[in-house]
């Protein structure tokens, strides 16, 4: 077997639709983006919670980090 010649492989079934048969985006733009749309509405608030929570956690620990390791000759200035 050399570079570009792909093996044989016996008992491997694959399917494959016509490009003549296939029509890609029939009724994309009547059902399939309004259905995007709603899906998308209906999913963001549960998917985007956390990662908010998440984001404020992060910037709630950077914050308390750089509170924490301030000098205290810095602290006793203000």
Known sequence: MRFGE??????????????????????????????????????????SSPFIAAALVIRWANAENARTKRKAYLQNNH
């Open 6 to 47: 792909l093996h044989y492989r016996r008992g491997v079934i694959t399917y494959s639709i016509s490009p003549y048969e296939v029509n890609a985006f029939k009724g994309f733009f009547s059902h399939g983006f309004p259905n995007l749309v709603r899906r998308f509405r209906e999913k963001f608030l549960i998917v």
